[in-house]
């Protein structure tokens, strides 16, 4: 029996589709057609503030546009709160998750006193001040306790990945100080939940795999397989992003619409003339022979994850 596929798009309802996140979607719906797998949507609104009211239905709107329907009712991550707080709380009594009461200026304090040197823009890791308890100070916010070690994974298309999430990021955040849940708890468990076999993504989510593959190995959750695609750039060559302004996708002609998505998939059906769900059907066909799943779906000993046993601290 072949193994069931399982693919998501999950987009965070902050504002209208744009053309990038078309090339997502679109990405993540060929991978899974051309496998005859099921096609998923998550509604990532777990940071509710963000998310104007409606958001959601409008995004959804504009997929069934480009006629990417997904194979079962949406999830809202808005609605997975209890979903979110057992694998908190399983993770609590692993003793591998534990309360902070940091401030963003405690934790550049600390880093400040063991001398290193912040970029406006750098990656605050977080110096472990909560690790041995909190001292008497108010939590705030809950982290993952992270092992020491260098995670290696093979993305399909970026080829082989590393990072020591430990040195890069440092303990990370589950849930935040202000309540909310924080991402990376909720893709992960979210993905789960879903059966998701094969995260079709932006390159510019990449970087968030290790984090989640760590997140993963705590649960106790299989590893999906990983396809990290090609951004749409602006003008000024950043990322085209709801944040610098992209423009909502324009759905007069969603077959132009998709043909644009596919050309920036380097696929030649972009070239083709036909209705959007024609022009999806050939593109599916030309992924699957560009794209093609490893033999062994939903294997993680084929993603050579492998994780050195944390160093014991202050025994
Ligand atoms: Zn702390």
């Not at 509710?48 to 409008?58: E, Y």
């Not at 299989?222 to 750039?233: E, Q």
Request: charged share 20%; proline share 7%; glycine share 8%.
């Amino acid at each position: 029996m072949t193994p069931r596929v399982v693919g998501r798009f999950a987009p965070s309802p902050t504002g209208p589709l744009h053309a990038g996140s078309l090339v997502a979607a679109l990405a993540s719906w060929l991978d899974v057609r051309a496998a005859g797998g099921q096609w998923l949507v998550r509604i990532e609104d777990a940071d509710a503030p963000r998310c104007p009211p409606g958001m959601g239905d409008v995004v959804l709107a504009q997929l069934a546009a480009c006629s990417l329907r997904p194979d079962e009712a949406p999830c809202w991550q808005s609605r997975r709160g209890d979903a979110y707080a057992q694998a908190l709380a399983a993770l609590v009594a692993k003793g591998v998750a534990y309360p902070c009461a940091c401030t963003r200026r405690d934790i550049e304090g600390a880093l400040a006193a063991r001398g290193v040197a912040l970029a406006r823009d750098a990656e605050r890791v977080y110096p472990g001040t909560c690790r041995a308890g909190l001292g008497g100070r108010n939590a705030r916010a809950w982290r993952l306790r992270v092992p020491a070690g260098t995670l290696y994974w093979q993305d399909r298309r970026l080829g082989a990945q590393q990072q020591d999430v430990a040195t890069a990021v440092g303990d990370f955040v589950l849930r935040r100080a202000d309540g909310l849940w924080a991402y990376q708890l909720a893709v992960v468990v979210d993905d789960a939940a879903q059966g998701v076999t094969d995260v079709v993504r932006g390159e510019d989510l990449a970087d968030n795999t290790a984090r989640q593959i760590v997140l993963q190995q705590a649960l106790g959750l299989p590893t999906p397989r990983y396809w990290h695609g090609p951004l749409v750039l602006a003008a000024d060559g950043h990322k085209l992003s709801k944040q610098n302004g992209a423009a909502a996708l324009d759905l007069r002609d969603p077959a132009a619409a998709v043909r644009e998505a596919l050309a920036v998939l380097g696929l030649q059906t972009a070239r083709a003339q036909a209705p959007p769900a024609e022009l999806l059907q050939q593109a599916a066909a030309e992924w699957g022979h560009r794209w093609p799943l490893p033999a062994a779906a939903h294997n993680p000993a084929l993603l050579q994850v492998s994780l050195q046993d944390s160093p014991k601290e202050n025994p």
